[in-house]
């Protein structure tokens, strides 16, 4: 069974640009989370989806946003890059709510 | 909002030796939860615990989720090289499923 695929694997954007990002959940699965990853903030929860509904969301800014699809595959989008968005964004997906959470490998992400 | 406070950061230990590892919280958890994440890659989920008290292994891992329900600890016994990783603890952010608050990691290194 393959595993939560995450594309790109590396990205390099510039200011003001703007990024999406892509989530592939294990099949069957119908929970996908976001998580950034940086070396001074550590792992941060960004927003939880299942069933195209967003559950959750964690405490970023409004120029992160995410949404959900049929398949429960999942994007996220970044508009108006800043520097301090340069992090590793993991997705991780479950079977339902309140499940273990299986995470990808990340895509990161360079903001210059 | 909750923090999960994590220790020690970082560990260098000879292979063979055992570690220990803990996580405390100022607000109590329902669940604990233990990662590893290898370089380059998303975190793997080691031990889940759901009930104060409760001591669970995983192979040469043990962890312990704490009777006041505010702290855990994770033992690694006879460390060996692919030990080596980052380590973290986390719990559901106010008790929510799939939003998880992450300790700032405790880094292993094991010198062979």
């Known amino acids: 069974k393959a595993g939560v695929t995450q594309t790109p694997r590396y990205l390099i954007k510039t200011r003001g640009q703007q990024v999406t990002l892509s989530c592939s959940p294990i099949?069957?699965?119908?929970?996908v989370s976001w998580y950034q990853q940086t070396p001074g903030q550590g792992l941060q929860f960004l927003f939880e989806?299942?069933?195209?509904?967003?559950?959750n969301k964690g405490n970023f800014p409004g120029r992160f946003s995410g949404r959900q699809f049929s398949n429960s595959r999942s994007e996220m989008n970044v508009s108006t890059l800043e520097l301090g968005d340069s992090a590793l964004y993991l997705c991780?997906?479950?079977?339902?709510?309140?499940?273990?959470?299986?995470f990808g490998s990340g895509t990161q992400l360079s903001v210059l | 909002g909750q923090q999960l406070n994590q220790s020690p950061q970082s560990m260098f230990i000879q292979e063979g030796e055992d570690v220990s590892m803990n996580c405390t919280s100022s607000?109590?958890?329902?669940?604990w939860l233990w990662y590893k994440q290898d370089p380059g890659e998303g975190p793997v989920l080691l031990i889940a615990?759901?009930?104060?008290?409760e001591l669970t292994s995983n192979g040469r891992l043990t962890a312990q989720f704490g009777i006041t329900r505010k702290d855990s600890f994770l033992n690694i016994s006879a460390s060996i090289p692919s030990d080596v990783g980052i380590y973290f603890c986390?719990?559901?952010?106010?008790?929510?499923?799939?939003?998880?608050?992450f300790g700032g990691g405790t880094r292993l290194m094991v010198k062979p």
């Open positions: 991780a997906s479950s079977l339902t709510v309140n499940e273990k959470l299986f």
């Open positions: 099949s069957g699965h119908r929970s």
């Open positions: 989806y299942f069933s195209e509904t967003q559950r």
């Open positions: 607000s109590i958890f329902n669940t």
């Open positions: 615990l759901y009930k104060a008290g």
């Open positions: 986390a719990g559901p952010s106010n008790n929510a499923g799939n939003m998880l608050t």
